[in-house]
T-cell receptor, first 119, second 109 residues
Framework: QVQLQESGPGLVKPWGTLSLTCAVSGDSISRTHFWTWVRQPPGKGLEWIGEVSYSGTVKYNPSLKSRVTISMEKSKNHFSLDLKSVTAADTAVYYCARMMIRFQGMPDWGQGTPVIVTS | QTVVTQEPSVTVSPGGTVILTCASS?????????PNWFQQKPGQPPRALIY???NRHSWTPVRFSGSLLGVRAALAVSGVQPEDEADYYCLLYCGGLWVFGGGTKLAVL
């Protein structure tokens, strides 16, 4: 049973960088699957931020591409999200999730971590 | 970038049947878009229900079924239960990227 757990600062200053980590247990991030970040602003819908594949290939939401970096730390079996130049619009609950290979769905999610952008 | 559209809100009576839909600004939704459906209740992460348009996860109740309906993807819920009241999101694979729909708030009244 795979488990994902987000961690990182709950408060980030405007124009700073939001940095989160997703620790994975029960699976190796370098073995298979696509490791994904999703966010949800308060009272709003889900937004796909991007993913890093087991081989290190990254894909990003075009609306965030200029500000986002997703990376993986194989030795620690975790992957990370960096979002720079944040504004209040980046206030959200951030989720990490596992997208299965061969389009077998996204069954595994972390509990989510709230991030507030505030001075 | 593709925009994925869902009904903002739908109301159904307990025991009834409801169909939620998911449309793409890029055109017809097909199996190549690998539609996924998620259920989300307040304060919880999304729970995956359907993948690949029609496939249930092992935990998905059989009253939930996915399909391709005309130009859209669809999620049907039959014999609706009070606990089905939630937000429902579709997710489509478009041009090598994933795009969520805006979500449908399902009220069971």
């Amino acid at each position: 049973q795979v488990q994902l757990q987000e961690s990182g600062p709950g408060l980030v200053k405007p124009w700073g960088t939001l940095s989160l980590t997703c620790a994975v247990s029960g699976d190796s991030i370098s073995r298979t699957h696509f490791w994904t970040w999703v966010r949800q602003p308060p009272g709003k819908g889900l937004e796909w931020i991007g993913e890093v594949s087991y081989s290190g290939t990254v894909k990003y939401n075009p609306s965030l591409k200029s500000r986002v970096t997703i990376s993986m730390e194989k030795s620690k079996n975790h992957f990370s999200l960096d979002l720079k130049s944040v504004t209040a619009a980046d206030t959200a609950v951030y989720y990490c999730a596992r997208m299965m290979i061969r389009f077998q769905g996204m069954p595994d999610w972390g509990q989510g971590t709230p991030v507030i952008v505030t001075s | 970038q593709t925009v994925v559209t869902q009904e903002p809100s739908v109301t159904v009576s307990p025991g009834g049947t409801v169909i939620l839909t998911c449309a793409s600004s890029s055109g017809v939704v097909t199996s190549s878009n690998s539609p996924n459906w998620f259920q989300q209740k307040p304060g919880q992460p999304p729970r995956a229900l359907i993948y690949g348009a029609t496939n249930r996860h092992s935990w998905t109740p059989v009253r939930f079924s996915g399909s391709l309906l005309g130009v859209r993807a669809a999620l049907a819920v039959s014999g609706v239960q009070p606990e089905d009241e939630a937000d429902y999101y579709c997710l489509l694979y478009c041009g090598g990227l994933w795009v969520f729909g805006g979500g449908t708030k399902l009220a069971v009244l």
